[in-house]
C-alpha cells in the first residue's frame, strides 16, 4: 500500500486571496528566491487505465518524467495541488519547474572516477560515477517542482501562472525540448540560492 503525506513544514494551506479560488498555499516561512515546493503524489501511465480511471483530477495532473519524455502524469496529493494560479503573471512568485534528475555526488564532491577500468577515486556512496540522483525531500517528489522565482515573504500566498506550452507539452505527451532544457540549465548556472547542489 501507498502511503502519502505532505511533510513540507514551510506552508500552510488557507483560504485564497484570489476571488473564488478555494484554499490555497501559504508560507510560513521565508521562502528564498530559487527555493522549491516539491510537487508530490502518485504516478499514472500517461493515457493508461489508471490514468482514464482518475479522470476526476485531470485538471490537476502534472506531467511527469525522469528523462524528458511525460509518459507519466502525477495525480497530486499535497501541496502543489492546490497552489492556486494568478490572474496577473506580475502576482506570480513561483513557477514550474523540472529538476535534474541527478547531481553531482556530495560525498566526493563528483571527483569520484572510472578509467580504463579502475577507480581513481571512490567515495562509496556514487561509486565512481561521480554523480547521484538528486536527494528527494519527500519520497513521492517527481522531477517538476514550484520554484519560487522571487523571495516570498511569510504569510503570502503561493501563485504559479498557466504554463501553457508546458501544459500542452503534458497533453500530447511530448517530450520536453532541449530548448526547455537549455532555460532551466541556464537558471541553475546562476548558482544562487544554494540550488548549485542541484548541477552536475
Ligand atoms: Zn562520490
Redesign the pocket.
Given at each position: 500500500m501507498v502511503v502519502v503525506e505532505e511533510t513540507d513544514p514551510r506552508f500552510y494551506v488557507a483560504e485564497s486571496k484570489l476571488p473564488g479560488a478555494g484554499f490555497g498555499v501559504f508560507t510560513k516561512v521565508k521562502v528564498n528566491k530559487g527555493d522549491f515546493l516539491e510537487i508530490i503524489g502518485v504516478c499514472v501511465k500517461f493515457g493508461g487505465m489508471a490514468d482514464k480511471c482518475t479522470h476526476y483530477a485531470n485538471a490537476y495532473k502534472f506531467a511527469a518524467e525522469p528523462d524528458g519524455q511525460f509518459v507519466h502524469s502525477l495525480v497530486p496529493m499535497g501541496l502543489g495541488g492546490i497552489v492556486n494560479q494568478a490572474n496577473e503573471k506580475s502576482q506570480q512568485n513561483v513557477a514550474i519547474m523540472h529538476l535534474p534528475e541527478t547531481v553531482r555526488?556530495d560525498?566526493?564532491?563528483?571527483?569520484?572516477k572510472v578509467d580504463n577500468g579502475t577507480f581513481i577515486a571512490?567515495?562509496?556512496?556514487?561509486?565512481?560515477?561521480?554523480m547521484?540522483p538528486r536527494p528527494k525531500r519527500n519520497p513521492h517528489a517527481i522531477r517538476v517542482a514550484y520554484v519560487a522565482i522571487r523571495d516570498i515573504e511569510p504569510g503570502e500566498e503561493v501563485l504559479g501562472n498557466y504554463n501553457k506550452k508546458l501544459g500542452q507539452m503534458a497533453a500530447d505527451g511530448t517530450s520536453w525540448t532541449s530548448e526547455d532544457q537549455e532555460e532551466w540549465d541556464k537558471f541553475l548556472k546562476r548558482k544562487l540560492y544554494g540550488l548549485e547542489v542541484l548541477t552536475g
Open positions: 555526488c560525498t566526493c564532491n563528483g571527483t569520484c571512490v567515495c562509496g556512496k556514487c561509486e565512481g560515477k561521480g547521484m
